[in-house]
């Protein structure tokens, strides 16, 4: 008699027949190995000993369980982990996690319920009278005279004169003013500096350095009416 399929495996699975196969084995969890994570880890291990070299040891990352299989509970398994990281037992320890209040290392200024329970709207108001009990006004002061500069000040002299740029008012007879004007300005950083020395070393009446060749007063390109303009703008003039 020729039995169906469905028939034959149910006859196999009580043994009332010979000849039949095995069933496939589980390969839910690979060939040769349980976890492949476990198995790359062993891998590198020996690879790491064949070099010489030490590896730290392996944290499996099957899930812990107790005699006879039976899964741990998560209190069991965090009381697991502090006793494995802190050197602690597990036994009668309450293991501490994220979010717990009585964690110093971790700030609830975000936590609404847990600052409306230590803060009131009378604690801040004391608080706003404390900072403003220790808020210090500044007094702006006089800003202090500039001391060390004995040269000769070119506000003032801008000041005492109403002659435009380029006007002549005094003699130049150098016959080479040109290259020498350009050559000694170039010394100079800006034309206040230009100006302060020319003032220094005699000018205006005298042009030792050639840097005031139209004989203006106003050496190296120098522009006295910013100055004036300010005194107008200021005076109302």
């Not at 349980?34 to 880890?41: L, R, S």
């Not at 139209?214 to 200021?234: I, K």
Request: charged content about 20%.
């Amino acid at each position: 008699m020729r039995l169906n399929k469905t028939a034959t495996m149910a006859l196999c699975a009580f043994g009332l027949i010979a000849g039949c196969t095995s069933t496939a084995p589980d390969s839910q969890s690979g060939v040769g190995f349980g976890n492949y994570a476990d198995y790359e880890a062993d891998r590198q291990r020996r690879e790491a000993e064949l070099r010489g070299e030490t590896l730290p040891p392996r944290i499996s990352t099957e899930r812990p369980t107790t005699t006879g299989n039976t899964p741990l509970s998560t209190e069991e398994i965090l009381q697991t982990a502090g006793a494995a990281v802190g050197g602690e037992t597990a036994t009668g320890d309450t293991p501490r996690v994220i979010g717990d209040p009585n964690n110093s290392g971790i700030s609830d200024e975000q936590d609404f319920t847990a600052v409306s329970g230590r803060e009131t709207i009378e604690s801040d108001a004391e608080r706003i009278a404390a900072n403003r009990a220790n808020y210090v006004v500044v007094q702006p002061t006089a800003v202090p005279t500039r001391t060390g500069s004995s040269g000769p000040n070119i506000v003032e002299f801008a000041l005492s004169t109403n002659n435009a740029v380029g006007t002549s008012l005094y003699n130049r007879t150098n016959l080479l003013a040109g290259n020498r004007f350009e050559r000694n300005c170039a010394k100079f950083g800006s034309s206040d500096q230009a100006q302060e020395a020319f003032l220094r070393s005699g000018g205006p009446e005298r042009d030792r350095t050639g840097i005031d060749p139209d004989g203006d007063g106003f050496a190296c390109h120098w522009d006295p009416t910013p100055f004036r303009n300010v005194r107008q703008a200021t005076s109302g003039n």
